[in-house]
């Protein structure tokens, strides 16, 4: 079926799952409801490094409701650590305990826990458990943990570089010594974190008699979350239920099984009784998990028009203090894909991933997200050090239609990807010849505008083979099943793990567009282990290309077998009939109207269909079964690609550093879509949190390792009063190796928004001739950059 052919995709719908989210009938885990059920509350470390010396729990167990107090060692022997030992090159295996028994890593290292009749007794019974701490020196960054005779913040881990990868492509040397100029470049990206509406929490309950844990959590993998809670707590996955109901938010924070959801299942299962929890906003912005945090150096070697010759990118991540993933992870992606939508050959990286005593490092929406910053704030290094126009400079080197599909120098397959015309299309869209005109009479009057550009590819699928080649462990398939059931309704399923995403509209639109009926007609469920297949849930911007693609080729497995049946009843072939809108219709005898088939109703739908397959099975024609059930796993190419240009306009006030967005525009490719309402919001979402991110977002450790940032106070997030309207130009074209077309897309919006806001605030100050170059772009951080600064001239 061809793009135009499409009845329900690439058609903008309201979101169905709003009306309960909107009018307050969602329901969160804390929102289930279990009687009976005990609370639990974390003693945490004041400290960032420290030796546990003793636990005094005495004074808590004397409070009337406190049920129990637990420490690391208790949890020892219930439950099994953490290893993290993929067989990668240069990746140091790491152990983690359930909670730490000798020493805390970082301020928030939750290292007892208490259990009470309700939540307010047991924060009073934490603070009443007395833990005798022997201070420690602390590693406060990524530079101080690689010098010589650091503090060791993991015993395992050596200098405490957990993580260093090398890679070479052609002779970047080579291309260097011949080069008109070799331009060099820094990025600096702070600590973040994720900062969801609802932050962790969970609710265990242990069935004693059937030797079952249900479990509700809210979290973006259900399945493999499944697996790793049984295996920590020695059960078998049949063993363990997961159930996550709606989830108020997640950016990559709810994806790996943490320690406290892990001591909460195993206190259920010891105490025999049901137990929850619910971080408060202390715990979850200075101990749930972090990211960002990195470095990044590139060299470029060009000719005297710009023309890349080579690139060499130095990498350097803070992983924190423990690792729930490999450490590799996040910061391979980036060095694998750097390149974006240039002409590159020759290529090396040098990544190392440092720990330190922090919170550990999680992915965040756009874990990669630096990544267009880097390279297109290479291209405006190239054209600043050689006088050359950023637009010419971009277009020289972008990898043109006829390229395509391009071999980058990582061995990554770009096609189907039309950058060219999405930067053209934006710069259309901007008039960029018109606002340098604005750019140079406002400088005249003192008003510092500035434009930056970002051409953006982004990576969207993340399939088996990627996993395979990158020597990443996983998989990148995704399961689905379809049921139709005797009246017609459609009931299906995928396991994916949403959070807000708005998955229920967008996979119905998927069912609806594979089987042949409206989406209205379609009830999609997820989050539960015991219906939904196993699936490696909603990580990266994967969910619609595998599990959007796995439900549309599973209904068209459902929709072959509905109009086997139909042709049977009607002694007619199977291919003179199709469904639309659950009606049955026929074209046959070469009958057209004006050169296009005409089809007729047969009187026909999906409910008389589906009657006689459960309720009549002798009618089916021979070798059909009864019933309409599908089960389909689908594993999608190894890694597909959406691409998109931003523009961000500027205003800086030079006197209080403080940076208005003028204007933001988009041009986006991501294929097709499923629901254009939902892709617009996921838009507007990844820009707003790219931008807020640049512009505020903080995680602030001091010198000894307190974190200082742990209110909302001090970290600070973007409102609508600071944000943009968002000008989006969709210019879609399928993808010719997915099903159905579809692309994927969520997490470029981030990048493109880091990398097009910096640079039009260094292309606002370049009459000041200073560059910035580390996030977030404050106020301060402006009027450090400009302290002592004065404008060339006023015109240039």
Not at 376 to 387: D, H, Q, V
Not at 425 to 435: K, M, N, S, W
Not at 561 to 575: F, T
Not at 676 to 694: D, F, K
Request: aromatic fraction near 6%; hydrophobic fraction near 40%; include cysteine.
């Amino acid at each position: 079926m061809s793009e135009p052919d499409f009845r329900y995709l690439n058609r903008p719908t309201r979101r169905t799952e709003d009306r309960r989210l909107v009018t307050g009938r969602g329901r969160y885990v804390d929102d289930v409801a279990i009687p009976g059920a005990l609370h639990a509350c974390f003693v945490r470390s004041p400290h960032a490094h420290a030796r546990i010396v003793s636990i005094d729990a005495s004074d808590a167990l004397a409070l009337h409701g406190v049920v129990a107090v637990v420490t690391g060692r208790d949890l020892a022997q219930w439950t099994a650590p953490l290893r993290m030992a993929p067989p990668i090159e240069g990746l140091v295996p790491v152990e983690i305990e359930t909670l730490p028994t000798a020493v805390a890593r970082f301020q928030g290292d939750p290292v007892a826990c208490v259990v009470a009749r309700d939540r307010y007794i047991a924060e009073d019974a934490a603070e009443r458990v007395l833990v005798e701490y022997e201070a420690l020196p602390a590693v406060t960054d990524m530079w101080q943990a690689l010098e010589p005779g650091a503090p060791q913040v993991d015993p395992m881990v050596y200098g405490n570089l957990v993580s260093h990868q090398v890679f070479t492509a052609g002779d970047p040397a080579a291309a260097e010594a011949r080069a008109h100029r070799v331009v060099e470049a820094h990025f600096s990206q702070q600590r973040q974190t994720h900062v969801p509406i609802e932050t962790r929490g969970c609710a265990a309950v242990w069935d004693a008699g059937r030797g079952h844990l249900t479990f509700h959590v809210g979290t973006q993998v259900p399945h493999p979350l499944r697996t790793q809670l049984a295996t920590r707590l020695l059960l078998d996955e049949s063993q363990v239920t997961v159930i996550s109901p709606d989830v108020g938010g997640s950016f990559g924070q709810k994806i790996a099984l943490y320690r406290e959801e892990l001591t909460v299942a195993a206190l259920a299962r010891e105490l025999r009784r049901p137990v929850r929890w619910r971080e408060d906003r202390l715990e979850n912005l200075t101990a749930a998990a972090n990211s960002r945090e990195d470095f990044c150096r590139t060299r470029a070697a060009v000719d005297a028009h710009g023309t890349l010759l080579s690139l060499t990118l130095e990498l350097r991540e803070d992983f924190g203090a423990y690792c729930f993933f490999p450490a590799n992870y996040l910061a391979r992606v980036v060095a694998m894909i750097v390149t974006g939508p240039y002409r590159i050959s020759d290529y090396a990286y040098d990544v190392k991933i440092a720990l330190s005593n922090k919170c550990g490092n999680a992915p965040m929406r756009a874990p990669m997200s630096i990544t267009s910053w880097v390279m297109e704030g290479t291209m405006e290094a190239i054209a600043r050090e050689l006088g050359l126009d950023p637009v010419e400079v971009r277009r020289r080197n972008l990898i043109a239609p006829h390229e395509l599909p391009y071999r980058t120098p990582t061995g990554e397959r770009l096609e189907d990807i039309t950058p060219g015309e999405t930067f053209e299309g934006v710069l259309r869209a901007i008039d960029y010849e018109a606002f340098r005109m604005r750019q140079r009479d406002a400088r005249m009057r003192g008003h510092y505008l500035g434009l930056g550009l970002c051409n953006v590819v982004e990576p969207t699928t993340y399939g088996s083979r990627f996993y395979k080649a990158s020597g990443i462990p996983g998989s990148g398939h995704e399961a689905s099943w379809v049921r139709i059931e005797p009246g017609g309704m459609v009931n299906a399923s995928v396991g994916l793990g949403p959070s807000g995403q708005g998955y229920e509209s967008a996979m119905a639109n998927a069912v609806a567009e594979g089987l042949g009926v409206e989406p209205a007609r379609v009830r999609i469920h997820m989050g539960h282990t015991d219906i939904a297949p196993y699936g490696m849930g909603s990580r990266g911007a994967r969910s619609g290309t595998a599990g959007g693609g796995a439900l549309y080729l599973c209904a068209r497995e459902a929709r072959h077998k509905v109009l086997a049946i139909a042709a049977a009843r009607l002694d007619v072939s199977v291919q003179s009939l199709r469904m639309i809108d659950g009606r049955i219709e026929y074209c046959g005898g070469g009958n057209t109207t004006a050169g296009h088939p005409l089809w007729r109703e047969t009187g026909l739908t999906l409910a008389d269909i589906a009657q006689s397959a459960y309720l009549d099975p002798t009618s089916l024609p021979a070798g059909l079964t009864p019933g309409l059930e599908f089960h389909l796993a689908y594993d999608p190419p190894a890694m597909t690609y959406s691409n998109s240009a931003h523009a961000c306009e500027v205003e800086v006030d030079v006197a209080t550093g403080a940076i208005r967005v003028a204007r933001y525009v988009v041009a986006e490719d991501c294929g097709t879509l499923l629901n254009p309402t939902v892709v617009e919001g996921q838009q507007h979402g990844a820009i707003s949190m790219g931008l807020s991110g640049a512009l505020f977002e903080h995680v602030v450790y001091d010198e000894t390792g307190q974190n200082t940032t742990g209110s909302l106070a001090e970290y600070l997030i973007a409102t609508a009063t600071e944000l943009p309207n968002i000008e989006i130009i969709p210019m879609h074209t399928p993808n010719r190796t997915t099903a159905a077309g579809i692309k994927g897309m969520a997490e470029g919006g981030v990048m493109g928004a880091l990398g097009a806001l910096t640079n039009a605030v260094n292309d606002a100050l370049a009459p000041f001739q200073v560059v910035a170059w580390q996030h977030p772009l404050t106020p301060m951080a402006m009027r450090d950059l400009l302290r002592g600064r004065t404008a060339r001239t006023r015109g240039d």
